[in-house]
């Protein structure tokens, strides 16, 4: 095909084969397209024709690609993000009167320690911008960047979509949280002997605590596992329970009232908070400004370079 052969092919029909190649179901491509089913499955009927292949085979409830399609989504994905990177290159952002809605996924810790401070000074600088959070976690951050659900991400990650990058925004260290009035820093056999709580987005009863208290022969009790950190405060006044979060969920728990934070009585390793985003807007004004806002504000001093 040469390029004057590119004009009867409609752009719409590559951005909903990648959405089914992500969805693997014609009704979450509608759904994440905001099109009716019957749109995507002509859509889906002009894509074989295009391509001269089935593309999707259904196995249960689920769509798989043919080995053509995943060559073609293997070609064309990098080519979309080019595509996406000329356009916005072209494109002006004013913060100051964009009504842009921008896509973040940020992990529990994040959300509640981070995002208060990075509100105030977007609704100084872009009054008219929206904002939708998702919740995230290293397990769920490269689908939702892969999918485009989220633009850009903060929290811990591990795996993540080939064109995606990645940026340390700060290094961390755990803090001790107690809401009891005794005087005096715990020691290491308090620390193991008091009950503790956990945040734990699976409900899982052991965290990197658990490891490193392992490491030295030792081990705690944890009585309680919670899904997120804004409850914590209330949950261990009046109790002697501990709980061990990052640093700055600390600062934002303690600065509530009834909890103090202190340094742990054992030795842990830093551990590093990311900011991800898709490589397809990575020179896009308005995303650009937003990692810029998310690094001044979320970021410590050292990921300012």
Known sequence: MNRNDL????????IVFETLMHERSVTRAAEKLFLGQPAISAALSRLRSLFDDPLFVRTGRSMEPTARAQEIFA???PALDSISTAVSRAADFNPATSNAVFRIGLSDDVEFGLLPPLIKRLRAEAPGVVLVIRRTNYLLMPGLLASGEISVGVSYTEELPANAKRKVLRRSRAKLLRADSALGALSLDDYCSRPHALVSFAGDLSGF???????IGRKR???LAVPQFSGLGTLLSGTDILATVPDYTAAALTAAGGLRAEELPLETQTFELHMTWRGAQDNDPAERWLRSRIQMFCGDPDSLD
């Open 221 to 223: 009790r944890v009585v």
């Open 7 to 14: 004009r009867r092919v409609d752009l719409n029909l590559l």
């Open 209 to 215: 605590i658990d490891a490193a208290l392992e490491k």
């Open 75 to 77: 070609l064309l994905t």
